[in-house]
């Protein structure tokens, strides 16, 4: 019964991250293993040769040996995939998913690479900042903000927040924070690595702020850190960004079904005080609010649920809002 007749508005996501952080790599490995799906949730791409391409690029990434494994840096300053995200078959969400070239973040990046992003970004409902665990191994330093490039993501996350789109506890703005390459500073304490993040990126975690962020490490093999060319890909934790950002969405839509609950018991109520001859006339109207309010109490039940299961699989990461941790719930 869960998410029956349930699909949520499509929405558009973008990674941030430098050349180099992992964003092609990562996107591959995640669709691949949501392919096959993560109990039950799964993942396809809207149309077959995307799918195909996605798939023969994976198959690459983890037949071949040397340094041909890997995706070539991204020529094209953006590209574009249609995915869907679904329960047991059914679509739940669609996404669309940019994965730009990371050079748009660096001093070579055109205007135009820099406002195409822009115009992107405040598109987006959901933003992923991806930033490579191979400059997250020892304390932070002022080397580290340069090679991440997260003073250039503050300024995009800044641009995310577009002047009519202003953060508050009803609609908070979701952010996932991406360790990829993971393999490569897990030697640290993880509560060591998180002040780090934190730290580079302060204003996502300022109180009252209205974010809601997700710390996540990622990484295609745990061992892959000594010989990424030939060690065994092994995905690790790929799959939490995605959930992260339906759950999100979920969050969103839950909220509005409250307030909707609220208003109309408050009308149902007000039209039951009227005088008695009144709420005879009025019978076929309060019926109808009656059905309404039933119709979003369904709803509200259907999201819980699905917030439920996505929740348990976000127990694995690390969640703030206004600033403070939080537990995934419903
Ligand atoms: N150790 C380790 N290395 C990785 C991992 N994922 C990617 N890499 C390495 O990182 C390199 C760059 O990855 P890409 O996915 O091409 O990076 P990108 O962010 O898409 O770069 P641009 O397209 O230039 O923006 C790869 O060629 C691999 O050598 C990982 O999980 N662990
Ligand atoms: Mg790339």
């Given at each position: 019964?869960?998410?029956?007749?349930?699909?949520?508005?499509?929405?558009?996501?973008?990674?941030?991250?430098?050349?180099?952080?992992?964003?092609?790599?990562?996107?591959?490995?995640?669709?691949?293993?949501?392919?096959?799906?993560i109990r039950g949730f799964t993942l396809a791409a809207k149309d077959m040769d995307t799918d195909l391409e996605l798939t023969q690029r994976w198959e690459k990434l983890i037949s071949l040996k040397g340094e041909d494994?890997?995706?070539?840096?991204?020529?094209?300053?953006?590209?574009?995939?249609?995915?869907?995200?679904?329960?047991?078959?059914?679509?739940?969400?669609?996404?669309?998913?940019?994965?730009?070239?990371?050079?748009?973040?660096?001093?070579?990046?055109?205007?135009?690479?820099?406002?195409?992003?822009?115009?992107?970004?405040?598109?987006?409902?959901?933003?992923?900042?991806?930033?490579?665990?191979?400059?997250?191994?020892?304390?932070?330093?002022?080397?580290?903000?340069?090679?991440?490039?997260?003073?250039?993501?503050?300024?995009?996350?800044?641009?995310?927040?577009?002047?009519?789109?202003?953060?508050?506890p009803q609609q908070p703005f979701p952010v996932a924070i991406v360790i990829t390459k993971y393999d490569l500073c897990h030697h640290r304490e993880r509560e060591e690595i998180i002040a780090d993040v934190k730290k580079?990126?302060?204003?996502?975690?300022?109180?009252?702020?209205?974010?809601?962020?997700?710390?996540?490490?990622?990484?295609?093999?745990?061992?892959?850190?000594?010989?990424?060319?030939?060690?065994?890909?092994?995905?690790?934790?790929?799959?939490?960004?995605?959930?992260?950002?339906?759950?999100?969405?979920?969050?969103?839509?839950?909220?509005?079904?409250?307030?909707?609950?609220?208003?109309?018991?408050?009308?149902?109520?007000?039209?039951?005080?009227?005088?008695?001859?009144?709420?005879?006339?009025?019978?076929?109207?309060?019926?109808?609010?009656?059905?309404?309010?039933?119709?979003?109490?369904?709803?509200?039940?259907?999201?819980?649920?699905?917030?439920?299961?996505?929740?348990?699989?976000?127990?694995?990461?690390?969640?703030?809002?206004?600033?403070?941790?939080?537990?995934?719930?419903?």
């Open positions: 019964m869960v998410l029956n007749n349930m699909q949520l508005d499509e929405i558009k996501i973008t990674m941030l991250g430098t050349t180099g952080a992992g964003k092609t790599s990562y996107l591959l490995g995640m669709y691949a293993v949501m392919q096959t799906g494994r890997w995706p070539t840096p991204n020529a094209a300053a953006m590209e574009y995939y249609g995915l869907d995200f679904s329960y047991g078959f059914r679509p739940l969400m669609g996404f669309q998913w940019l994965d730009y070239r990371g050079l748009a973040l660096s001093d070579r990046s055109t205007e135009q690479d820099v406002a195409d992003l822009v115009l992107y970004l405040q598109e987006s409902a959901c933003l992923f900042l991806c930033i490579s665990g191979e400059y997250l191994t020892s304390e932070l330093t002022p080397n580290t903000v340069r090679q991440i490039k997260s003073d250039r993501m503050n300024q995009f996350v800044q641009q995310y927040v577009s002047n009519n789109k202003q953060p508050n580079l990126f302060q204003a996502l975690f300022t109180p009252n702020s209205g974010w809601l962020v997700m710390i996540c490490p990622v990484s295609l093999g745990r061992d892959l850190g000594n010989d990424p060319d030939n060690a065994n890909i092994v995905p690790v934790n790929v799959h939490l960004p995605v959930v992260f950002a339906v759950y999100s969405q979920l969050r969103a839509y839950g909220l509005r079904l409250k307030s909707d609950r609220d208003r109309q018991t408050l009308e149902i109520d007000l039209a039951r005080q009227k005088n008695p001859l009144l709420q005879i006339i009025r019978a076929n109207q309060l019926k109808e609010q009656t059905v309404q309010l039933e119709t979003t109490k369904a709803k509200m039940i259907a999201v819980e649920e699905n917030m439920k299961l996505l929740s348990q699989e976000l127990q694995q990461a690390s969640l703030y809002f206004n600033g403070s941790e939080v537990t995934a719930d419903v």
